[in-house]
T-cell receptor, first 116, second 111 residues
Framework: GAVVSQHPSRVICKSGTSVKIECRSLDFQATTMFWYRQFPKQSLMLMATSNEGSKATYEQGVEKDKFLINHASLTLSTLTVTSAHPEDSSFYIC????????????FGPGTRLTVL | GQNIDQPTEMTATEGAIVQINCTYQTSGFNGLFWYQQHAGEAPTFLSYNVLDGLEEKGRFSSFLSRSKGYSYLLLKELQMKDSASYLCAVPYGGSQGNLIFGKGTKLSVKP
């Protein structure tokens, strides 16, 4: 299957700082990438859909000014958590789709964010 | 709207068979996914059903009934490494990309 990487895998930051998470599709072109957030013992919640070359589509209740998404190329999407607060501590997972013949999304390994 | 229900937890014995059920309500239907997620890791794809019936893939099989809004994941010859959360997910909004996930069923396999 296709490989999706995320960087960093873990990050600890102070409250008020910004954190950037990268999601890369390594062996295919991803026209669409998805960003999810997962709190402990909860399911994945879709935050936004990132389309290459256009603005991201955010789910209801997700602040677009706080969670900045950029999908500048077919292999890279970034999520920036601005002015992070402890309640933003979570597991952030990206996934990539883009091949019309496939129905599955390929998930990155996730990024564990801890805001102190 | 969209809604997905799964049991929260299940326990089974190594070597046994377990069935994890999922019921869903969606406006429109574009298939149903099952994912496996070990603690602290990203989900991995198990199956995708878009037509009624059973699809078998090794020790794992997935069943779908569109008329009943029902699916199940069947795990045979359980192994300790199968202890994980199993997530049922459906696309919404007419797109195969945007997925709504159920809360997941945490399966514990005991010796």
């Amino acid at each position: 299957g296709a490989v999706v990487s995320q960087h960093p895998s873990r990050v600890i930051c102070k409250s008020g700082t910004s954190v950037k998470i990268e999601c890369r599709s390594l062996d295919f072109q991803a026209t669409t990438m998805f960003w999810y957030r997962q709190f402990p013992k909860q399911s994945l919640m879709l935050m936004a859909t990132s389309n290459e070359g256009s603005k991201a589509t955010y789910e209801q209740g997700v602040e677009k000014d706080k969670f900045l998404i950029n999908h500048a190329s077919l292999t890279l999407s970034t999520l920036t958590v601005t002015s992070a607060h402890p309640e933003d501590s979570s597991f952030y997972i990206c996934s990539a789709g883009g091949r019309p013949s496939y129905n599955e999304q390929f998930f990155g390994p996730g990024t564990r964010l801890t805001v102190l | 709207g969209q809604n997905i229900d799964q049991p929260t937890e299940m326990t089974a014995t190594e070597g046994a068979i377990v069935q994890i059920n999922c019921t869903y309500q969606t406006s429109g239907f574009n298939g149903l996914f099952w994912y496996q997620q070990h603690a602290g890791e990203a989900p991995t794809f198990l199956s995708y059903n878009v037509l009624d019936g059973l699809e078998e893939k090794g020790r794992f099989s997935s069943f779908l009934s569109r008329s009943k809004g029902y699916s199940y994941l069947l795990l045979k010859e359980l192994q300790m490494k199968d202890s994980a959360s199993y997530l049922c997910a459906v696309p919404y909004g007419g797109s195969q990309g945007n997925l709504i996930f159920g809360k997941g069923t945490k399966l514990s396999v005991k010796p």
